[in-house]
């Protein structure tokens, strides 16, 4: 069916208001999310090493245990024992150190270990907060605000987003099947933009419909499953819906592992009683066990996963005490044959006294098939399936849909500057002005504040705590944004670009000189790369900004 010309062209208006309004925050929410996929690495790199000991082998574990909760009894109630061997390098045994306090991103904790002699020691343990705070960016799409209103806001962009992509579709689809290919480098600026435009947005559309809805879902899904609660009392969903885990970190939770694996973020894990409560597979109730039990040691633990889930991959032990003999241990991993509910694994709650699965519904490969559905609706957004192959694809769709919005920008501008001349206008109006200054302010200074913000990690206290962090990159990204209102033109935009191509190009050198494990992984050196040829990237097009658009 051929739609009117009036339609098409209302559809394309819509596409390009919604999509300027919109644009620049997604843009931040991409490049930041890109960067978000090697979030745990950067973690460990930014972070201080532990003092301690080597780590005690997992079968001395108890007995590291029994003297940690000889003299810090607190830490009984919830602390963390690390399973592999990276994550016992920065701890064995973690629990929280902050006393109760509420933090924005992780906590302090504390680790401990034995020394050669057996004498327990414990140090403190500040985790630099400087790849959560991007992790944070890309959640708020660039917006410093609390996080409730942030998020609030990020839903409202997210649907703008939906409609700039409906729109888009139906309003240019039909002509793009004839031109898909013919890129027009060598024709006028505005026809070079709308074709790289249209092939990242047609070539990307999937991946792009799931970022949008699943990210309204984000925003909105406390708001979502009140609703539902409130239709269905009965839905085991609502029951801790507030709290889905993994969806938009699921971080481990104790302690000592905040942060660890898949950040902390705005949605942490599910309480222990709400996913144990609202278990709909087939567990019994054991009868509370009589707390002169002892719970079950980690090589226990293991054990009983080898013989329950052979695939799946413990990384972390997270023992809570509930009381009443109902305490348990949340065992974290993952399963590479299966997609995960957070972004880098999921878990298993067992009753730590007897082993007994209390709750298995955020278990790769061993959920209901409702929570199944939900966790692949997840793992789309997160890229947490298929291994490594498509964390990597991630990365690219991420930085090709960030470019894809500075054209959409790009092309609105020049095509503004068209008719502005064809109307007879000699000076640009103040609308043209604003958004160009913005576009290449806003652009250029998050790639600058993101890259600032791993350059000043040597030299801030514990690596950059959240609220150092956040004032090197916004301090960095608004005088990218001033410098664009000051320096008009071509020429400002050389400047900006080649200064973010600067800043960007620092990154591998401080990756290289400031603990340099890092380059030994594959992770590493993928930052690397993508740090280098950004900055490449970057020079390229400062050098061939040589004219007016």
């Not at 917006?143 to 240019?172: C, E, F, R």
Request: glycine fraction near 12%; proline fraction near 7%.
């Amino acid at each position: 069916m051929k739609l009117r010309a009036d339609l098409v062209q209302l559809y394309r208006d819509v596409h390009s208001w919604v999509g300027i309004v919109a644009g620049l925050f997604l843009f931040v929410a991409f490049y930041a999310g890109a960067v978000t996929m090697f979030e745990e690495p950067l973690q460990s790199w930014a972070s201080a090493p532990v003092a301690l000991p080597p780590p005690v082998s997992l079968e001395q574990t108890p007995l590291l245990l029994e003297k940690a909760l000889a003299a810090y009894p607190e830490a009984r109630d919830d602390y963390t024992i690390a399973v592999t061997p990276e994550d016992a390098q920065r701890g064995r045994l973690t629990w929280d150190g902050s006393g109760g306090q509420v933090h924005h991103g992780p906590t302090q904790s504390m680790a401990a270990g034995l020394d050669a002699q057996g004498n327990l020691v414990v140090v403190p343990k500040t985790p630099s907060e400087a790849a959560h705070f991007v992790d944070v960016l890309h959640q708020q799409v660039g917006l410093p605000l609390p996080h409730t209103q942030a998020m609030v806001l990020m839903g409202a962009v997210a649907l703008l987003y939906a409609v700039a992509l409906v729109s888009g579709v139906i309003a240019y689809l039909p002509a793009l099947m004839k031109t898909l290919f013919a890129v027009r480098f060598g024709q006028s600026v505005r026809k070079r933009w709308l074709d790289v435009h249209n092939l990242l947005g047609l070539f990307s559309l999937p991946f792009h419909l799931v970022m949008a809805i699943s990210s309204v879902v984000f925003a909105f899904h406390g708001q979502i499953f009140a609703v539902e609660h409130m239709l269905f009392p009965g839905s085991s969903t609502g029951q801790h819906g507030g709290q889905h885990g993994g969806m938009h970190g699921g971080g481990h939770g104790g302690g000592g592992h905040a942060g660890g694996h898949g950040g902390a973020s705005g949605v942490g894990a599910p309480s222990v009683t709400g996913a144990a409560s609202a278990s709909s597979t087939p567990v019994s109730s054991p009868a509370p066990v009589p707390v002169s039990v002892p719970v079950l040691p980690p090589t226990e633990i293991l054990a009983i996963m080898a013989r329950q889930a052979p695939g799946f991959v413990p990384e972390v032990l997270n023992y809570m005490q509930l009381g009443h003999g109902k305490d348990v241990v949340r065992v974290f991993g993952h399963d590479v044959r299966y997609p995960t509910r957070g972004p880098t694994g999921g878990f298993v709650v067992l009753n730590s006294h007897t082993g007994a699965v209390q709750s298995g519904e955020y278990m790769p490969g061993h959920q209901p098939a409702k929570f199944a559905i939900v966790t692949t609706f997840f793992a789309l957004h997160f890229g947490s399936f298929g291994g490594t192959p498509v964390r990597w694809g991630y990365v690219v769709l991420g930085l090709a849909g960030a470019f894809l919005f500075y054209t959409g920008n790009q092309l609105w501008i020049v095509s503004r500057r068209r008719r502005e001349r064809e109307s007879g206008l000699v000076v640009e109006t103040r609308g043209t002005k604003l958004l160009a200054a913005l576009t290449s302010g806003c652009t250029t200074g998050c790639l600058a504040g993101i890259s600032a913000v791993f350059c000043a990690v040597p030299l801030l206290p514990y690596g950059g705590t959240y609220g150092a962090v956040s004032a090197v990159y916004y301090s960095v990204f608004c005088v990218f944004v001033v410098a664009a209102f000051c320096l008009p033109g071509q020429r400002g935009i050389r400047l900006l670009l080649a200064a973010a191509g600067g800043v960007t190009a620092c990154v591998p050198l401080m990756l290289c000189l400031h603990r340099a494990h890092l380059l030994r992984t594959p992770e590493g050196l993928g930052v690397v790369l993508m740090a280098g040829l950004l900055s490449v990237f970057l020079f390229a097009s400062a050098a061939k900004h040589t004219r007016e658009i």
